[in-house]
């Protein structure tokens, strides 16, 4: 999970890299939109997206509520700031409106995200993890601007979730 400020830097990279490729396309996205649990994807995109210029970050708790996901990432901006030697930026926005029952259990909007990412795009949510944070993109109003949604895999875990998803 790079829930530790070593581990952030990877997503710092990614988020540096992503700006630069934003601004090569000309492209100005209102936000980047990630799951959040142990937070070091979010953490890491909000330090290099800001470096490079680019999006705020939106990052939808899919584990606590967000204050606690708020906590942890601010946590690990704080401390991957200090070994890059910059100041921390400012941190993400946190949605917790799609967290359901529990960490691992689907939820109804997440069973809609992957069908419509699958339909549409022929690409895998996990019902875990990414369903519930591309759940918060299909949401936003339309009226909201473009985003870019950092699909961190988890598509294996389809198959341990096959009875709740068969259905469909």
């Given at each position: 999970?790079?829930?530790?400020p070593t581990?952030?830097?990877?997503?710092?990279?990614?988020?540096?890299?992503?700006?630069?490729?934003?601004?090569?396309?000309g492209?100005?996205?209102?936000?980047v939109?990630?799951?959040?649990?142990?937070?070091?994807?979010?953490?890491?995109?909000?330090?290099?997206?800001?470096?490079?210029?680019?999006?705020?970050?939106?990052?939808?708790?899919?584990?606590?509520?967000?204050?606690?996901?708020?906590?942890?990432?601010?946590?690990?901006?704080?401390?991957?700031?200090?070994?890059?030697?910059?100041?921390?930026?400012?941190?993400?926005?946190?949605?917790?409106?799609?967290?359901?029952l529990?960490y691992?259990?689907?939820?109804?909007?997440?069973?809609?995200?992957?069908?419509?990412l699958?339909?549409?795009?022929?690409?895998?949510?996990?019902?875990?993890?990414t369903?519930?944070?591309?759940?918060?993109?299909?949401?936003?109003?339309?009226?909201?601007?473009d985003?870019?949604?950092v699909?961190?895999?988890?598509?294996?875990?389809?198959?341990?979730?096959?009875?709740?998803?068969?259905?469909?």
């Open positions: 999970g790079g829930s530790d581990g952030a830097l990877g997503y710092v990279a990614a988020g540096l890299e992503l700006g630069e490729q934003l601004a090569a396309a492209l100005q996205p209102a936000a939109v990630t799951a959040a649990s142990s937070c070091g994807t979010a953490a890491g995109l909000t330090i290099g997206l800001a470096a490079a210029g680019g999006p705020p970050v939106e990052a939808v708790a899919v584990s606590d509520d967000a204050a606690t996901i708020a906590a942890t990432i601010e946590h690990l901006i704080a401390g991957t700031s200090e070994l890059l030697g910059i100041g921390p930026p400012a941190p993400p926005v946190v949605i917790d409106r799609y967290i359901g529990a691992g259990i689907p939820t109804e909007p997440g069973r809609h995200a992957i069908e419509a699958a339909r549409t795009e022929g690409v895998l949510l996990d019902p875990v993890y369903a519930k944070a591309f759940a918060h993109v299909l949401d936003r109003p339309a009226d909201a601007g985003v870019v949604f699909h961190t895999g988890g598509a294996p875990g389809l198959f341990a979730y096959t009875p709740e998803l068969s259905s469909r």
